[in-house]
Structures are given as structure tokens and as C-alpha cells.
């Protein structure tokens, strides 16, 4: 009813605009006009923000939140870690994200921290989010999720803080192999030298591994050819 309303008044506006109709003027109206302009104007100041507002959203021009159409790679942006490492960190991001939607939110993230044996307090929690939430959403996405491990890895993490705590308690998950056996992930230091060569690597390193499990795949099936054969 309030949108009709709106859209009735919006039509009426024009059509005084344009001409097409005379104002109407209400009883009265000539004889209080000086006491009714401050009203009117106000009604006229808050129809048009409405209606402005409105065309806006229609055009596409407000501003609504939508999700970010740029391609994420966690493998480009997050060169500091390994590729076995992030792999391990978004094992750990998918197995809290129990609504399966690519975030983990208040919820979720208290869950984990409770899994882990660290719970945190609601304004805890909310804190924790608030700190590496970059699009104010009020939930961590992956990426955000991988900044808490990069924050901790670099030191900017307070050691009293429910994120540092987070990366901490989740260095057997994410540092095992992907600092090379380091005691702590917060003493090791991801070599930055020859990052390029070394992605490279890790990607010619599972090509290889494909490549060899297509060939013995290859083999076992040639090989139970054979011995059918041998059967007929």
C-alpha cells in the first residue's frame, strides 16, 4: 500500500510539472499559505529523497552490496604460503562452513573455537570477525579466514587475541608440512625468495602426479586385458 501511495503521488508531481494538470489547492490554502510552505516543503524534500532513492535502486545505482564478481586465487594473493598449506587452511575453513555457503559466520565460528578447546565470549567472537572482516559483512569469508594466518605469521596478532589463538591451535592442521617440520608456525618464516619458481614447481610437482597415476591406471587396465584374453 505504501508503494501505490508513492507511485499515486509520484504520477501527481509529474503531471503538475509537466502541466498537464493545475495543483489543486486545499481549503484555506490562500489565505494560510505562508504557515503551510514549511510543511509542504518538507513533505516535497522527503517524496523527492523517496522517490530518488528509489530510481536509484531501479537504475542499479544505489547502493546495494553485491558479492564481488572478481576471481579470488588464494594461490596468487597468498604467496607466503605453499600450496600444501592453503589447501590444508580451506580443509579447515570447509569443515566449520556447516551451511556449506562459502562463509562461516558467528555461529560457526564459536563452534570452532569450542572444537578446538578455545571458547569465546559473544563480544569475543564478534571481535574476532571484526578484525579481518574487510567488507563489513559480519561473517569471515576464505579470504578473510586466510588473513588471520597472515596476520599471525607476520606478527600483528595480539597474543591474547581470540584470532591468535585461532592460528595457534590450528598449527597441526595448517603448518605440518607446509613450513618443512617447523616446531612453530609463528617461528617459521615463509621463504619469499623465488616465490614464482617455487609455485611453479608445486604445480609441474602435481602434474606429475596426475600424469604418473594416468600411466599405472593405464597399465592395469592394459594388464587385465590381458590376462581376460588369456581366459577366452
Excluded at 45 to 67: F, I, M
Amino acid at each position: 500500500m505504501a508503494t501505490d501511495e508513492l507511485s499515486s503521488k509520484l504520477n501527481r508531481r509529474l503531471q503538475i510539472e509537466e502541466g498537464a494538470h493545475d495543483p489543486v489547492a486545499l481549503d484555506g490554502s490562500h489565505e494560510n499559505g505562508a504557515h503551510d510552505k514549511p510543511a509542504t516543503a518538507s513533505a516535497d524534500s522527503e517524496l523527492g529523497a523517496k522517490l530518488q532513492r528509489r530510481g536509484e535502486l531501479n537504475e542499479g545505482v544505489g547502493e546495494h552490496h553485491q558479492p564481488s564478481m572478481k576471481v579470488f586465487n588464494p594461490y596468487t594473493e597468498f604467496k607466503e604460503f605453499s600450496r600444501k598449506q592453503i589447501k590444508d587452511m580451506e580443509k579447515m575453513f570447509k569443515q566449520y562452513d556447516s551451511e556449506k555457503d562459502n562463509y562461516i559466520d558467528l555461529m560457526e565460528l564459536k563452534l570452532m573455537m569450542e572444537k578446538l578447546g578455545a571458547p569465546q565470549t559473544h563480544l569475543g567472537l564478534k571481535n574476532m570477525i571484526k578484525e579481518v572482516d574487510e567488507d563489513l559483512d559480519g561473517k569471515l569469508s576464505f579470504r578473510e579466514f586466510l588473513l588471520i594466518f597472515r596476520k599471525a605469521a607476520a606478527g600483528e596478532l595480539a597474543e591474547d587475541s581470540g584470532l591468535h589463538v585461532l592460528a595457534r591451535l590450528s598449527e597441526i592442521d595448517v603448518s605440518t608440512e607446509g613450513v618443512k617440520g617447523a616446531k612453530s608456525f609463528f617461528e617459521a618464516k615463509v621463504q619469499a625468495i623465488n616465490e614464482s619458481n617455487r609455485f611453479e614447481a608445486e604445480i609441474r610437482q602435481e602434474q606429475e602426479e596426475k600424469k604418473r597415476e594416468a600411466e599405472e591406471r593405464k597399465q592395469r587396465q592394459a594388464a587385465f586385458k590381458e590376462l581376460k584374453s588369456a581366459f577366452k
